[in-house]
Nanobody, 127 residues
Framework: QVQLVESGGGLVQAGGSLRLSCTASGRTFSSYVMGWFRQAPGKEREFVATISSSGGNIYYADSVKGRFTISRDNAKNTVYLQMNSLKPEDTAVYYC????????????????????WGQGTQVSVSS
């Protein structure tokens, strides 16, 4: 079992930056694939980025590629999402998710592939 707590959300102007953090409980963080998803009002939860347990495999949604960077620090049980050049359409509640894996290069891009979720953090981008 792992518990996830996100932080770092807020209100920012278009073109600005934010860094989200997601800290996990437990001693096996390095065995989890981590993902970031977002959900805007009235829309389905959508994939943003994922990183393998080793950090050696990363995948982004096309909508954020080149602007967002996912990273992890297994010593700190934390995954990050650096968001640059933010746009109003990035406004959403951002969730981190975790799924245990024995494959150090495995990544997942669908919400149903994750068993553990954080409570979410609001990101609002004004135009």
């Amino acid at each position: 079992q792992v518990q996830l707590v996100e932080s770092g959300g807020g209100l920012v102007q278009a073109g600005g930056s934010l860094r989200l953090s997601c800290t996990a409980s437990g001693r096996t963080f390095s065995s989890y694939v981590m993902g970031w998803f977002r959900q805007a009002p009235g829309k389905e939860r959508e994939f943003v980025a994922t990183i393998s347990s080793s950090g050696g495999n990363i995948y982004y949604a096309d909508s954020v590629k080149g602007r967002f960077t996912i990273s992890r620090d297994n010593a700190k049980n934390t995954v990050y999402l650096q968001m640059n050049s933010l746009k109003p359409e990035d406004t959403a509640v951002y969730y981190c998710a975790a799924e245990a894996t024995a494959n150090i290069l495995m990544i997942y891009a669908r919400p149903g592939e994750y068993d553990y979720w954080g409570q979410g953090t609001q990101v609002s981008v004004s135009s």
